[in-house]
């Protein structure tokens, strides 16, 4: 079952900051994060596990709340160069395996 | 040297042609997948193979085969295409089965069905 993401959409200005929701219906083992900019592929960013720490990708980080079957991705001091869509893929449940991806975040950051 | 490779990059087809997109990945690694991104940039894996083996096929139409012929290429075969399979294919690998790993992507293959 796919993740759901929110906010669908966040306009920013260079140096503010933002947060990304992701949250499932089912246990999760592992809440990826992905980043795609306009005609490029996806692009890695950080891997969360359960039972693991919270990840820092530069100025980006991510938390998981097993508990919750949420994940948060957090944008501080945003660049110009943040801008994009951003996915959270899901493991777990049934699905091991196999990653599941939300219907994405679009970030726009305006200078 | 690019990782993950695919060919073509930009295809444009009538209802009812069949076409291949090839994928190679240089990395290594044990796992390849094909995702289909519709035009609303929703991401749904289609197929996972592991070692030329197939382990995850989702619910999509018998029309579209998968082929390893080896653990570094993947290819996927469309049938009778149809309006609705325009949308931009990614293949993607992983270093891990079973537990994924980071997902290396290719640059994808947008697929015009007119």
């Known amino acids: 079952q796919q993740p759901v993401q929110s906010p669908q959409a966040v306009i920013l200005r260079e140096g503010e900051d933002a947060v990304i929701n992701c949250s499932s219906s089912?246990?999760?083992?592992?809440v990826h994060w992905y980043r795609q900019k306009h005609g490029e592929a996806p692009v890695f960013l950080m891997i969360?596990?359960?039972?693991?720490e919270q990840m820092r990708h530069e100025k980006i980080s991510a938390s998981f709340n097993e508990k919750k079957q949420q994940s948060s991705l957090y944008l501080t001091a945003s660049q110009l160069s943040y801008s994009g869509t951003y996915f959270c893929?899901?493991?777990?449940?049934?699905?091991?395996?196999?990653?599941?991806f939300g219907q994405g975040t679009i970030l726009t950051v305006h200078p | 040297d690019t990782a993950v490779s695919q060919t073509p990059k930009y295809l444009v087809t009538q209802m009812g042609n069949d076409k291949s997109i090839k994928c190679e990945q240089n990395?290594?690694?044990?796992?390849m997948y094909w995702y289909k991104q519709d035009s609303k940039k929703f991401l749904k894996i289609m197929f996972s193979?592991?070692?030329?083996?197939?382990?995850i096929n989702e619910t999509v139409p018998n029309r579209f085969s998968p082929k390893s012929p080896d653990k570094a290429h993947l290819n996927l075969h469309i049938n009778s295409l149809e309006l609705g399979d325009s949308a931009v294919y990614f293949c993607?690998?992983?270093?891990?089965?079973?537990?994924?790993?980071?997902?290396?992507f290719g640059e994808g293959s947008r697929l015009t069905v007119l």
């Open positions: 893929g899901t493991e777990g449940g049934t699905s091991y395996g196999k990653l599941t």
């Open positions: 990395l290594g690694h044990d796992t």
């Open positions: 193979y592991n070692n030329k083996e197939l382990i």
């Open positions: 993607a690998s992983s270093p891990a089965s079973g537990i994924i790993g980071e997902l290396f």
């Open positions: 089912k246990a999760l083992y592992s």
């Open positions: 969360l596990l359960k039972g693991g």
